[in-house]
C-alpha cells in the first residue's frame, strides 16, 4: 500500500511564494515519477511539474522560471518552491506518485490562493 501526503500552501499575494512538500510512503518500485497537479474551481484537474526517480525534472511552460522542484531531505519527498505567484496558480495542488504498471497514488490536495 502507498499512502501520499501533502503540506504546505496557504495565501500568498501576486508577486509571492509559497512552498508545498510531499511525501509518499509504502512500497515504492523503482523507476517512479511524483507529480504535482493541480485543479481550479470548473476546470480538470492538469499536470504542472515532475520529478522523475533519476532526479531529472518538467514543467509546463507557466510555471518555467517560477517553480522550482527539489527532492526531499528522504527518499521519495519533494519540495515545490513556487516564486512570482500569480493569481491563475490559484488551485488545489495534488501531488501524484505514478510507478510503471501500477498506476498512481493521490494525495488529499492543499489549496494555494494567490489574491491581493
Known amino acids: 500500500q502507498v499512502h501520499v501526503v501533502e503540506s504546505g500552501g496557504g495565501r500568498a499575494q501576486p508577486g509571492g511564494s509559497l512552498r508545498l512538500s510531499c511525501v509518499a510512503s509504502g512500497s515504492i518500485s523503482n523507476g517512479y515519477v511524483m507529480d504535482w497537479y493541480r485543479q481550479s474551481p470548473g476546470k480538470q484537474r492538469r499536470l504542472v511539474c515532475s520529478l522523475f526517480s533519476d532526479g531529472s525534472t518538467n514543467y509546463i511552460d507557466s510555471v518555467k522560471g517560477r517553480f522550482t522542484l527539489s527532492r526531499g531531505a528522504t527518499n521519495y519527498t519533494m519540495d515545490l518552491q513556487m516564486r512570482n505567484l500569480k493569481p491563475e496558480d490559484t488551485a488545489v495542488y495534488y501531488c501524484?506518485?505514478?510507478?510503471?504498471?501500477?498506476?498512481?497514488?493521490w494525495g488529499q490536495g492543499t489549496q494555494v490562493t494567490v489574491s491581493s
Open positions: 501524484r506518485l505514478g510507478m510503471p504498471g501500477l498506476g498512481g497514488y
